[in-house]
């Protein structure tokens, strides 16, 4: 499936309307260069699974947990990961597996540790089309 954002607020509100399907052990990979967008994104995802914090992408922590909202999110930013193995010492697979909704940004960076299925979330820029232009695409990835 491919969305349209013409403006962040549009980028916003994809992520919140994705959000509002979401149910415990969904992963969602986001995918995208700097500058795309994947902070709005996460930031309509938060609200949409009704986080009322303000999220930001947690680059050097890895993993900020929220749960306040109806399912615990567990937003992830994976760019700094230098070893996948990493990923085990913070729950990674735990939390993956758990009872919530994981948000995977830089999810392209760590192909050995995806689930075998996911939502892949690409976000991309078309200048041609415009400054504040994204084309979202919506993946099915794996099978259950």
Same mark, same amino acid.
């Given at each position: $499936?491919? /969305?349209? @954002?013409f /403006? @962040? ?18 992963a969602?990979?986001?995918i995208?260069?700097?500058g795309?967008?994947k902070t709005v994104f +996460?930031q309509g995802?938060g609200a949409?699974?009704?986080? %009322? *914090? $303000?999220?930001? @992408?947690?680059?050097f ?6 749960d306040?909202? %109806?399912?615990p999110f567990?937003h992830? *930013?994976?760019? %700094?990961? @230098?070893?996948? *193995?990493? !990923?085990l010492e913070?729950g990674?697979?735990e939390?993956?597996d758990?009872?919530?909704? +994981? !948000?995977i940004?830089?999810? *392209?960076?760590?192909?050995g +540790?995806?689930?075998p299925?996911?939502?892949?979330? %690409?976000?991309?820029?078309?200048l041609?089309k415009?400054?504040?232009y994204r084309k979202i695409?919506?993946i ?5």
């Open positions: $499936m491919i /969305k349209e @954002s /403006k @962040s607020e549009d980028t916003y509100q994809i992520g919140y309307e994705i959000a509002q399907q979401a149910k415990a052990g969904d969602y990979c986001l995208g260069d700097l795309v967008g +996460s995802f949409g699974i009704g986080i %009322r *914090d $303000m999220i930001n @992408s947690p680059t922590t890895i993993v900020q947990v929220y306040e909202g %109806r399912l567990y992830f *930013d994976v760019y %700094r990961i @230098s070893d996948e *193995d990493e !990923l913070i990674f697979d939390m993956i758990g009872e919530g909704v +994981s !948000l940004e830089w999810a *392209d960076l760590i192909p +540790s995806l689930p299925h996911y939502t892949e979330i %690409r976000i991309e820029k078309d041609e415009g400054f504040d695409s919506i099915e990835v794996g099978g259950l």
